[in-house]
């Protein structure tokens, strides 16, 4: 069984950085495209970045553009999803999720989650 285990959430400040990291297992990493979500409180869960099965292409929500940068290494099992630029708008719980191997950006078409992880951006 897939499992995915978010770290790297924490308080910082506007203009601050932030580095998530997502450790997967019980499967072949190699074979999921990797995606990042968030969720503000009493809001839906938004598409952040998501990065394809051998990491050549990347894409992002036209929010995040420019701050963060969502990278893999397939050998480790791990994604990253680099925060720069950090403002309050950014505060949500983050979430790691894995698609069946496509890229998307809806939700509904990623297989597996993890539990999340809360970053919070003081103003």
Excluded: H
């Amino acid at each position: 069984q897939v499992q995915l285990v978010e770290s790297g959430g924490g308080l910082v400040q506007a203009g601050g950085s932030l580095r998530l990291s997502c450790a997967f297992s019980g499967g072949t990493f190699s074979s999921y495209a990797m995606g990042w979500f968030r969720q503000a409180p009493g809001k839906e869960r938004d598409f952040v970045a998501v990065i394809q099965r051998g990491g050549g292409n990347t894409y992002y929500a036209d929010s995040v553009k420019g701050r963060f940068t969502i990278s893999r290494d397939n050998a480790k099992n791990t994604v990253d999803l680099q925060m720069n630029s950090l403002k309050p708008e950014d505060t949500a719980v983050y979430y790691c999720a894995a698609s069946g191997g496509f890229v998307y950006t809806a939700a509904q078409m990623y297989r597996y989650w993890g539990q999340g992880t809360q970053v919070t951006v003081s103003a």
